[in-house]
């Protein structure tokens, strides 16, 4: 059966369309089937419009608490029949309920080399420190910030010359190759993890 897969997305959302197209290309065993937003303004709302997948939409303020606001993300989840949730740029913590229905089911993307630089700025942040590599990370979610168990890494060296602007586009490009292979790695059930350790079959 193929894996039914909604991609959580805040902002632009490159890599939601890097997987799209991934998907479009390869054999995944997986298909998109909802993207979620919890700010209209996303450009990633419009590229489900475009791609002709299911988008919905709804925040927090929306709410009248964060809990509340999790059990209509976990409606929504239930209703796609939902069996991978993928996290490309989704600006919020994803609540704990939502985490023990799915878990090892959710899986997010970190533009440094974890467990360096967590949190949303990881590509400044490692800029400004100064290191020599910095890279790509993806990774299943599980309670913490930045924390759950590391499926795929790729380093991505910083040159002398590279502005910020050029590490960000390097660390895209990295991230628009990985991510989708951890997707499809996922919808294969090729991913196990034992003590922390993920192998890929
Ligand atoms: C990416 O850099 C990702 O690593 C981080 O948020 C950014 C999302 O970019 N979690 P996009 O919306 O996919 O273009």
């Known amino acids: 059966m ?50 002709g997948i299911k988008n919905v939409c709804f925040s927090p303020d929306d709410f009248k608490s964060r809990q509340l606001y999790d059990r209509e993300i976990l409606k929504l989840l239930d209703r796609e029949k939902i069996d991978l949730v993928v996290l490309a ?51 299943f979610v599980d309670e913490g910030l930045d924390t759950g168990p590391i499926i795929l890494q790729e380093a991505v060296s910083v040159e002398q010359n590279d502005s910020i602007e050029k590490l960000e586009e390097k660390i895209h490009t990295v991230e628009h190759k990985i991510y989708p292979l951890a997707v499809k790695y996922f919808c294969e059930e090729r991913l196990i993890i034992k003590d922390r350790k993920v192998s890929i079959l």
């Open 89 to 139: 740029g989704y600006m919020l913590l994803v609540g704990i309920e939502i985490l023990k229905k799915y878990k090892n089911k959710v899986l997010n993307i970190h533009p440094a080399l974890l467990p360096s630089f967590k949190g949303t700025h990881g590509i400044k942040e490692a800029y400004d420190y100064g290191v020599k590599v910095t890279g790509v990370t993806v990774h």
């Open 2 to 51: 193929k894996k039914r897969i909604a991609i959580f997305a805040s902002g632009f959302g490159s890599n939601l369309q890097a997987i799209v197209d991934y998907a479009e290309k390869n054999e995944i065993n997986g298909e998109i089937a909802l993207v979620f937003s919890n700010n209209r303004n996303a450009y990633a709302l419009e590229r489900a419009v475009k791609q």
